[in-house]
């Protein structure tokens, strides 16, 4: 891959092959709004809305909800200082002026601050959710009175999700020339639907696992014709937001749905990846008892050698209190575990998709759905014991609670910086394939964020860069170096 060699401003995975109704709308939801989804009022899709100037080229829940959401995204601001310090830095220059963005992410506060920069750079941006439970909805009227065309609701149906995507792609006058995904829908939908506008698509900025193995599907099958980031396995993604925010976040959601006390619990989590690592150090901080299944030997490895007992799923389904999904995968907790479950065990997911629980299985006639809390269901087998699902097996922490601001913020930035290299690369720097952030790009976000810390870097001398066989200003590390 081409070295990221200048940053632009001077002053500065499921297959492919799966159908359109396993789509990651079923993935996420986020309770991180004080907005309510009730379906007691009449569809957006059907309501006739105008912000200040006029405009009615969005569709969200309430238009008249943008003060306040405006405030929630003033108050993720303060703590996403990096972002907005490379506002600041490259405004002046507009490095993507002339960028037409659609983008498919979870419209949060966090998020709109993303998207704001963007704008703020020079693009043009289309947003839509890349989950049906996943928006803010008083963030998506902010937006929406800023100017952005956003399309997105907290609630929406499975038809209501790809209608909105679709309204973002084919529009009269506009073409996206960038695409920025989380979870690779957008993407599939501009593949399949719109072949000609994805062929003409400069650059695609993808920042989960779903997402990006489905980019690599389609590299595989030599169907990718323009040029890809792959965001989830730079440095700057996976060290940070997979592993800090769910180790933060998990015990959140766990604890605002179910008031559970996990001193002495037992508990399993599926998965030792970065999630599965930020989990486990949580939960065990407060006295749970942790096992872990993994299948990659090196990962089983690094759990044993963190204290934790690896085991297959089958041979503590039935003591365990708690069972936390977090693998990419799907079917891993199967029908047959969830019957040989104790009573009142909790299972909930932390993987971008609910393809990990098999929650199909549970919508069976014999077993009685009661809902308890919102996005917390009882489920109960006709003997009386009872299963309690969360999220109805969806992305735990954006359903039932919310996630740190300063972590995201290093995701967003690092998008937003592929966004730029993408954009304004020259003809030839990148082929029809899936890249991985240069190394310098991750040490420049990773740099932005230290003055929070009030962190002071030591300097190499000649001397020791020359020993090293290093540039003094970096990169520090190869680029293949992922920790």
Known sequence: ????????????????????????????????????????????????????????????????????????IEIAEQDMSALISLRKRAQGEKPLAGAKIVGCTHITAQTAVLIETLCALGAQCRWSACNIYSTQNEVAAALAEAGVAVFAWKGESEDDFWWCIDRCVNVDGWQA???????????????????????????????????????????????????????????????????????????????????????????????????????????????????????????????????????????????????????????????????????????????????????????????????????????????????????EGRLLNLSCSTVPTFVLSITATTQALALIELYNAPEGRYKQDVYLLPKKMDEYVASLHLPSFDAHLTELTDDQAKYLGLNKNGPFKPNYYRS
Request: aromatic share 6%; glycine share 6%.
């Open 1 to 72: 891959m081409q070295e990221f060699t200048k940053f632009p401003t001077k002053t500065g995975r499921r297959s492919l092959s799966r159908s359109i109704s396993q789509s990651s709308t079923d993935s996420y939801s986020s309770a991180a709004s004080y907005t309510d989804s009730s379906d007691d009022e009449v569809s957006p899709r059907e309501k006739q809305q105008t912000n200040s100037k006029g405009s009615s080229n969005f569709c969200v829940k309430n238009i008249k909800q943008a003060e306040f959401g405006r405030r929630e």
């Open 177 to 391: 020339n960038m695409i920025l995904d989380d979870g690779g829908d957008l993407t599939h939908w501009v593949y399949k639907k719109y072949p000609n506008v994805f062929k003409k698509i400069r650059g695609i900025v993808e920042e989960s696992v779903t997402g990006v193995h489905r980019l690599y599907q389609l590299s595989k099958a030599g169907k990718l014709c323009v040029p890809a980031m792959n965001v989830n396995d730079s440095v700057t993604k996976q060290k940070f937001d997979n592993l800090y925010c769910c180790r933060e976040s998990i015990l959140d959601g766990l604890k605002r749905t179910t008031d559970v006390m996990f001193g002495g619990k037992q508990v399993v989590v599926c998965g030792y990846g970065e999630v599965g690592k930020g989990c486990c150090a949580a939960l065990k901080a407060l006295g749970a008892i942790v096992y872990v299944t993994e299948i990659d030997p090196i990962c089983a490895l690094q759990a044993c050698m963190d204290g934790f007992r690896v085991v297959k799923l089958s041979e503590v389904i039935r003591q365990v209190d708690v069972v936390i999904t977090c693998t990419g995968n799907k079917n891993v907790v199967t029908r047959e575990h969830l019957d040989r479950m104790k009573n009142s065990c909790i299972v909930c997911n932390m993987g971008h998709s609910n393809t990990e629980i098999d929650v199909t299985s549970l919508r069976t006639p014999e077993l009685t759905w009661e809902r308890v809390r919102s996005q917390v269901d009882h489920v109960i087998w006709p003997d009386g014991k009872r299963v309690v699902l969360l999220a």
